[in-house]
């Protein structure tokens, strides 16, 4: 009986030390005569520095004291939250443990870490708002232009055209910034399954140099493209590595002034093959660059939406790149131009 008792202690300590949430037992004038290793560490004292403090001064918050006033006077259990230092979030539950003639004896206090799970709802809806005001530019645009067309514009050829040729551009936007969010939700949800086999990352470069290629001549842009000999292939989703080096050519052509310079580079450094892209455009602050790959972050918005941009480019190879197990990087100087790069893994002959 005895062995049963100690055995049970035993299992309910271990228990309590193990639990992720932090666990305070009060005594019935509000003081910690308890408390697990994660309540510790959430009060950030030694082993046994709770024992004896009164739990709403270490809280300190007037709404905390009312709420074990109310749970150790009238035996109500409570939930609350309650912020513990500037940016750390708990779930605060306490509950009342009654004595044999139903008076509160004390209570016990489960604290319960909510700062991530705030964190990531207030991210989704900065992310709904954004795409929301994201679709609605175009089609504000698109809707102004047909009704100009229905109230007499239609009989005028040349405004017609004029408003029909804006009017494909903002459909074109907003079908590339579906694609785009399709995309990236895909990748981020892994959805869509890596068909990873070696490739050779200097093919996929000029196959893309191919596709971009009338654009840079347009702005006699000088392209360069330098690589290693015998550079190990990467193990890598030839369609995605693809769209990496589409997003960040692209961008590179788009942010460079005419005449400019882009050279991009293919290197080994060791287990891994990094390429990067230079180009003598306007550079971006260090400010902006600890931004860069958010979603639908833009240095210019005006300008990027000028030139068709959904700010969703860089999150894309972002994603994309770190899918694979590599990563992505930025280097720049303002007034002088950006390097951005990444990594990915290479394959050698057993
Ligand atoms: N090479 C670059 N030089 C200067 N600024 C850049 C460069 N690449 C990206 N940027 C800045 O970073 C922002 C984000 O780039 P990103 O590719 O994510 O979006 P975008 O180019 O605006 O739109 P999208 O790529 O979706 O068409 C750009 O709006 C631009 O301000
Ligand atoms: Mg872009």
Known sequence: MWNEV??????MGAILANMVDGVVALDANGEVNLANRAAE???????????GKVFANLVKSCEVLHTVQEVLSIGREIYTEIELSAH??????????FGSGKEVQGAVAVLHDITDA????QMRSEFVAN????????LTAINGFVETLLDGALEDKLLCRRFLTIIDKETNRLARLIDD???????????????????????SIRQVINILGPQASEKRLHLELISEPDLPPVNADEDLVGQVLIN???????YTTCEGKIVIRVQKQGDRVVTTITDTGPGISEDDRMRLFERFYRVDKARSRELGGTGLGLAIVKHIVESHGGEVFVDSEVGRGSTFGFSLWAVYPD
Request: charged share 25%.
């Open 6 to 11: 100690s055995g049970d202690k035993n299992r």
């Open 41 to 51: 560490s959430i009060f950030h004292v030694p082993p046994g520095g709770l024992e």
């Open 88 to 97: 750390a979030l708990f779930r605060l539950h306490m509950v009342p443990i």
């Open 118 to 121: 705030r964190r990531f709802d």
């Open 131 to 138: 795409v929301s005001h994201e679709l609605r530019t175009p």
């Open 181 to 203: 969010l399709l995309s990236l939700s895909a990748i981020e949800s892994k959805e869509r399954l890596l068909t990873l086999k070696p490739i050779c990352i200097v093919r």
């Open 248 to 254: 960040l050519i692209d961008n590179a052509i788009k």
